[in-house]
């Protein structure tokens, strides 16, 4: 079992910048990959970044060039730096951390971003 925990969402202005920081605990010698997804408004879940261990980030198109996905393994936890944020970011962000033994994943509980002036 893994657990998952986000925090750093809130209210920004547009161009604004947000941190979004996930952490694993449990039985994470088994994980292989942890990233960030969103669903907007009436949107399905979509992917936003994820980072593969020993890997190297990927990201939506839509987010490149503006956010930055980051890992500390030594403490289990992700990193997601939000920059030059628009409306259209606006969405609950979930953490999904993917394991050997579970490869549908754990997910977080999810942190709202809103932007808006």
């Known amino acids: 079992q893994v657990q998952v925990v986000e925090s750093g969402g809130g209210l920004v202005q547009p161009g604004g910048s947000l941190r979004l920081s996930c952490a694993a605990s449990?039985?994470?010698?088994?994980?292989?990959?942890m990233g960030w997804y969103r669903q907007g408004p009436g949107k399905q879940r979509e992917l936003v970044a994820r980072?593969?261990?020993?890997?190297?980030?990927n990201y939506a198109d839509s987010v490149k060039g503006r956010f930055t996905l980051s890992r500390d393994n030594a403490k289990n936890t992700v990193y997601l730096q939000m920059t030059s944020l628009k409306p259209e970011d606006t969405a609950v962000y979930y953490c999904?951390?993917?394991?050997?033994?579970?490869?549908?994943?754990?997910w977080g509980q999810g942190t709202q971003v809103t932007v808006s002036s």
């Open positions: 999904k951390v993917e394991t050997l033994g579970r490869l549908s994943g754990y």
């Open positions: 449990g039985s994470i010698f088994s994980i292989f990959a």
């Open positions: 980072i593969t261990s020993g890997g190297t980030p």
